[in-house]
């Protein structure tokens, strides 16, 4: 056996994609309310914060669609590791500043999930799964 398994690399690409996908749609009804919560981690502003949080839910519906396709693995399976690594480090600089918000902004404003240990953890196994389909394109 392969350290990395083509049925795991499967499974792989298909969690992710459609976590990124259900991310990605369930945030476009309320866009202004996303933008909300981009603004209240304090780590971007004004155009940044509106272009990140405009953009973010294309991005991830994109990447989803590009994981489960199979196309432009390497590249896909890099922005998905990048997208997660980088709302990871937005939870845990809002989880260690106590920035009280009541809801990381992960599925937009129509599912709440808490900022908190349990939250971060399972962000971080995320990125896990991510960096192991990602190593899989360039080894």
Do not use: W
């Amino acid at each position: 056996m392969t350290f990395f398994n083509p049925t795991i690399l499967l499974i792989t690409r298909y969690v992710l994609g459609i976590i990124l996908i259900f991310s990605g749609l369930i945030k476009l009804p309320d866009l202004k309310g996303f933008f909300v919560i981009v603004v209240q981690y304090n780590l971007v502003k004004g155009k940044l914060a509106k272009i990140l949080a405009y953009s973010l839910p294309f991005v991830e519906i994109i990447t989803g669609i590009l994981l489960i396709s199979n196309i432009l693995l390497p590249i896909s399976s890099l922005i998905s590791l990048i997208l997660i690594m980088t709302a990871s480090l937005g939870v845990i600089y809002a989880y260690f500043k106590n920035n009280r918000l009541d809801n990381c902004g992960c599925y937009g404003t129509k599912i709440k999930i808490k900022i908190n240990k349990r939250k971060i953890t399972e962000n971080l196994i995320l990125i896990l799964i991510n960096l192991y389909l990602f190593l899989s394109t360039i080894i």
